[in-house]
């Protein structure tokens, strides 16, 4: 693929970004550096091949490989290991495989963890028909923008009594409008008027 085909492609792949003008940014100057996580079960299965698809495509990119499960950190607040986060803010960039939270463990969700460390609010995804592939519905080329933090995702939960677990659905006007925002910006930013 050459110059922006490839761009775009990635850019799609990719996913949600904290800034919908960041797109192709960090692919202008040669080969960018992606924070990878290759998450458990079949992540590094999956990880792995998306390295590979990424190799033969040959997508300027260079991986560090950074571990996110979670520790304690002062006052017994969970947080993701420093390496990680400074990888994160530097490359600013990361592929992330599917993390599990393990049952009664006592800490939060990984992936809510991750959501709220970066601030990653904008849940992005492209639906594309696949010429070749018969399906009920012909031409789809839809994007979703879903918020990523609030609501169900807002992680507010306690048990009342054993079995029954209380979870509050936060919703903000500043989140909602930030969502709505950057939905508009991407839409304008990706032609899709």
């Known amino acids: 693929m050459a110059g922006p085909a ?39 299965e999956i990880s792995a091949a998306v390295m590979k698809i990424f190799d033969a495509a040959k997508v300027p990119v260079q991986w560090e490989e950074r571990n996110v499960t979670a520790i304690q950190g002062p006052g017994g607040k969970w947080m993701i290991p420093p390496e990680a986060k400074e990888s994160m803010d530097k490359n600013k960039m990361g592929l992330k495989g599917p993390l599990k939270t393990p049952i009664a463990a006592g800490h939060p969700s990984m992936n809510l963890l991750l959501r709220k460390t970066f601030d990653l609010y904008a849940n992005v995804r492209p639906c594309v028909s696949i010429e070749g592939y018969k399906t009920p519905y012909n031409d789809v080329n839809i994007v979703t923008i879903r918020e990523n933090t609030e609501g169900e995702y807002s992680g507010i939960e306690h048990v009342i009594v054993d079995g029954v677990v209380q979870s509050i659905k936060l919703i903000t006007e500043e989140a909602s409008r930030r969502i709505a925002e950057f939905a508009f910006e991407y839409a304008r930013n990706n032609h899709r008027g």
């Open 6 to 44: 490839w761009m775009s492609k990635v850019s799609r792949l990719l996913g949600a970004f904290h800034n919908p003008k960041q797109v192709t940014r960090g692919f202008a100057g040669g080969v960018q550096t992606v924070t990878l996580i290759p998450g458990d079960g079949i992540g590094p």
